[in-house]
């Protein structure tokens, strides 16, 4: 994309409409000096301009041409008419391309302000295709450069998204830190609303990190922020979480006294929000060994997702499973976790495909299975370098080793106690 000077612009213009430099003469406007402008030995100014475009406008009535061009136009630097051009194919972009061709301008013309932009865009664009190290990458970007220019209020915003990528790869720790940037810099700017979320996530990672005391003050500070009435959703999913806390210190009967009071509080028979209690209650009732009303409430819980929020049914139907893993029926249980990892596959959902894969693990080791687990300990092998989870992968490759000794493979057990070895390095 080629952006031109005023002088560039004066002389394109003028040939465009099929003028000659004397067309442009007046009393106050010679021919030299369009002439010295055109070759860039005099400056435009604002009176001349204002005529000049007068004259052009006369000219294209003439020809039947419409010419949307103002003294800005002929006034612009080129830098300027780059930031104009890439401003609004931001507001226009539909793919990624897009935003390198105005990165690759913002890089020519040291747009700061575009570039971080764009990178912020780049991330949205790679996180919204589930690219979630790209997106990590992309948005980093952008805060370095945001932390260098003004405004910077896209900062909370961005380590908010940085977290969540992190919290999608089940990098918790990694996505907690973010989580906490984002809310000390959603302070500095007030934004009230990134604030929120960058504290109901860090509540999150917390239950996962075992972090429980913290993970409840996250939610008591999340609900003295949050309007029951004006955001009825995010009270629910708060409480959800303070119901997961109990159910993390092994107190099934307030969490399930929790999930019932929010099964009173949701009127609308299609709140997303009813699969996840469902759900829940169906994982408390399993962790009493009341069978019963575990798979009453996964039952609900696979029904509603199934016509409302089909995104989430994998959880369900793998964490069902559990229903038939602890009273030994295993045919049931794979039969589950198999439909449950296709679908968590095709969500590109992480948690869900390690969760269902290490249920298979279990269970084929149970009844000594060999033949099946050795293949799921390869699919999560897969699975884990694509997370970089070190440790997990230490453990499937001492795993394959044994197996592989048991059965005097001498050659595969060490291949897979040097992959091991190698890790840990």
């Given at each position: 994309?080629?952006f031109?000077?005023?002088?560039?612009?004066l002389?394109?213009?003028?040939?465009?409409?099929?003028?000659?430099?004397?067309d442009?003469?007046?009393?106050?406007?010679t021919?030299?000096l369009?002439?010295?402008?055109?070759i860039g030995?005099?400056?435009?100014?604002n009176?001349?301009?204002?005529?000049?475009?007068e004259?052009?406008?006369?000219r294209?009535q003439?020809?039947n041409?419409?010419?949307e061009?103002?003294?800005?136009f002929?006034?612009?630097t080129p830098?300027?008419?780059?930031?104009?051009?890439?401003l609004?194919?931001?507001?226009?972009?539909?793919?990624?391309?897009?935003?390198y061709?105005?990165?690759?301008?913002a890089?020519?013309?040291?747009l700061l302000?575009?570039k971080?932009?764009?990178?912020?865009e780049l991330?949205?664009?790679n996180?919204?295709n589930?690219?979630?190290n790209?997106?990590?990458?992309s948005?980093?970007n952008?805060?370095?450069?945001?932390?260098n220019i003004?405004?910077?209020?896209?900062?909370?915003?961005l380590?908010?998204?940085?977290?969540l990528?992190?919290a999608?790869l089940l990098?918790?720790?990694?996505?907690?830190?973010?989580?906490?940037l984002?809310e000390?810099?959603?302070?500095?700017?007030?934004d009230?609303?990134?604030?929120k979320?960058?504290?109901y996530?860090?509540a999150k990672?917390?239950v996962?990190?075992?972090k429980?005391?913290?993970?409840?003050?996250?939610?008591?500070i999340f609900?003295?922020?949050?309007?029951?009435?004006?955001?009825?959703?995010s009270y629910?999913?708060?409480?959800?979480?303070?119901?997961?806390?109990?159910?993390?210190?092994?107190?099934?009967?307030?969490?399930?006294?929790?999930?019932?009071?929010?099964?009173?509080?949701?009127?609308?028979p299609?709140?997303?929000?009813l699969?996840?209690?469902?759900n829940?209650?169906?994982?408390a009732y399993?962790?009493?060994?009341d069978f019963?009303?575990?798979?009453?409430?996964?039952n609900?819980a696979?029904?509603?997702?199934?016509?409302?929020?089909?995104?989430?049914?994998?959880?369900?139907i793998?964490?069902?499973?559990?229903?038939?893993i602890k009273?030994?029926?295993?045919?049931?249980?794979?039969?589950l976790?198999?439909?449950g990892?296709?679908?968590?596959?095709?969500?590109?959902?992480?948690?869900?495909?390690?969760?269902?894969?290490?249920?298979?693990?279990?269970i084929?080791?149970?009844?000594?299975?060999?033949?099946?687990?050795?293949k799921?300990?390869?699919?999560?092998i897969t699975?884990?370098?694509e997370?970089?989870?070190s440790?997990?992968?230490v453990?499937?490759?001492?795993?394959l080793?044994?197996?592989?000794?048991d059965?005097?493979?001498?050659?595969e057990a060490?291949k897979?106690l040097?992959?091991?070895?190698?890790?840990?390095?």
């Amino acid at each position: 994309m080629k952006f031109l000077n005023s002088a560039q612009k004066l002389k394109s213009t003028r040939k465009y409409l099929k003028m000659k430099q004397e067309d442009l003469v007046d009393e106050k406007i010679t021919r030299g000096l369009i002439s010295m402008i055109e070759i860039g030995k005099r400056e435009l100014t604002n009176n001349v301009a204002s005529k000049l475009i007068e004259k052009f406008k006369k000219r294209a009535q003439e020809l039947n041409i419409i010419l949307e061009i103002d003294i800005d136009f002929l006034l612009r630097t080129p830098n300027e008419d780059a930031e104009l051009y890439c401003l609004k194919k931001l507001r226009e972009v539909n793919k990624d391309t897009d935003i390198y061709e105005i990165l690759e301008i913002a890089n020519k013309f040291n747009l700061l302000n575009i570039k971080a932009i764009a990178y912020s865009e780049l991330g949205e664009y790679n996180f919204n295709n589930k690219n979630y190290n790209e997106a990590f990458f992309s948005y980093n970007n952008s805060i370095d450069i945001f932390k260098n220019i003004k405004p910077n209020d896209k900062i909370p915003y961005l380590y908010l998204k940085i977290g969540l990528c992190k919290a999608i790869l089940l990098n918790y720790t990694e996505a907690l830190s973010f989580f906490n940037l984002s809310e000390q810099y959603s302070k500095i700017y007030n934004d009230k609303i990134t604030l929120k979320r960058a504290i109901y996530n860090s509540a999150k990672c917390n239950v996962v990190l075992n972090k429980v005391e913290t993970a409840l003050k996250n939610i008591e500070i999340f609900l003295t922020l949050c309007n029951k009435t004006e955001d009825f959703t995010s009270y629910i999913n708060a409480n959800i979480l303070k119901a997961n806390c109990y159910e993390a210190i092994m107190d099934f009967n307030t969490a399930i006294a929790i999930y019932k009071y929010l099964l009173n509080e949701i009127i609308d028979p299609n709140n997303s929000s009813l699969g996840y209690i469902y759900n829940n209650l169906g994982l408390a009732y399993l962790n009493k060994n009341d069978f019963n009303n575990s798979l009453k409430y996964f039952n609900k819980a696979e029904n509603f997702r199934i016509n409302i929020d089909p995104g989430n049914l994998s959880h369900t139907i793998i964490e069902k499973s559990d229903v038939f893993i602890k009273q030994g029926l295993y045919a049931n249980a794979i039969k589950l976790i198999e439909s449950g990892l296709k679908l968590a596959d095709s969500n590109d959902d992480y948690e869900y495909l390690v969760k269902g894969n290490y249920k298979l693990i279990h269970i084929y080791g149970s009844i000594n299975d060999y033949s099946n687990l050795k293949k799921v300990c390869l699919n999560i092998i897969t699975l884990l370098t694509e997370l970089n989870k070190s440790i997990e992968l230490v453990s499937i490759y001492t795993k394959l080793a044994i197996i592989y000794l048991d059965e005097n493979n001498i050659e595969e057990a060490k291949k897979y106690l040097l992959m091991s070895q190698k890790l840990q390095q």
